[in-house]
């Protein structure tokens, strides 16, 4: 309960900022609008030459692409902008403000920011699913209903812990900016399906940056290809790496000497 009351602070605060500036949503707007028709439009060429996609049908990648906006959505409403600021925090030494609070500093550190105009990649992302359903005819039973937002969870639960870990590493080094540019250029390859990709990169955006449990995962259970042994997977890598970060988080703050030291 106290957790989510500080979210709500949080949020409250990120809402009155933005709302400062609101010309910033139509900006934001017209950005989604953008990507999203540059997605389609890259579905509508691609399918004009083939009727499958790594074997995928085109509804069922349209479906991906939904889900591919709803978590990038989740990334860059409040999960991208927390970690820049986590960043900032520890190379200007501020972050000591945060250490001294009562609440847990790495639930503070998540979600001190909220890009609130990003809720429009949430709900465009939402959209395209739907019509995607629509279109492949789907009926979701409650199966296909649970497995669907038990693998959308944990592949938002990873996320989150590869990117935590990710801005862990600013108190060992200094540019862990550029590596979240590069994990961000990665999450690009989310928007196709990962059986699309050579066994080497298939690889690489599973285990070693875990695209494919946000994206290609999720919408395996609304097409009715997730295995239960997949869906466990998801669960306990998604279990292991809020543990690994916890961990990673825990022993940077030890070494964090900041303003005040």
Known sequence: MNSLRLFWVFLRVSVLSELAYRANFFLQLFESL???????????????????????????VLALVGVFFLVGGAIHLVIEPSMQRLIEAVSEGTLDFTLTKPADAQFLVSIQRVEIWKLTDLVLGAGVLAFALVRMGTRLGAWQAAAFAAALAAGG???YSFWLMLATLSFWFVRVENILVIFQSMYE???????????????????????????????????GRLTGRTLLGAGALAGLLLVVSRLFWRAGVRRYSGASA
Not at 39 to 48: D, N, R
Not at 197 to 221: E, H
């Open 34 to 60: 953008v990507d999203l028709g540059t997605a389609l439009g890259g579905l509508a060429v691609v399918f004009s030459y083939t009727d499958t996609l790594g074997g995928w049908r085109p509804n069922e």
């Open 189 to 223: 390859a989310g928007r196709w399906p990962v059986s699309l990709y050579p066994r080497w990169l298939r690889f690489s955006l599973t285990f070693l940056v875990p695209v494919a449990f946000a994206t290609t995962v999720p919408t395996q259970a609304l097409s």
């Open 157 to 159: 639960l990873i996320v």
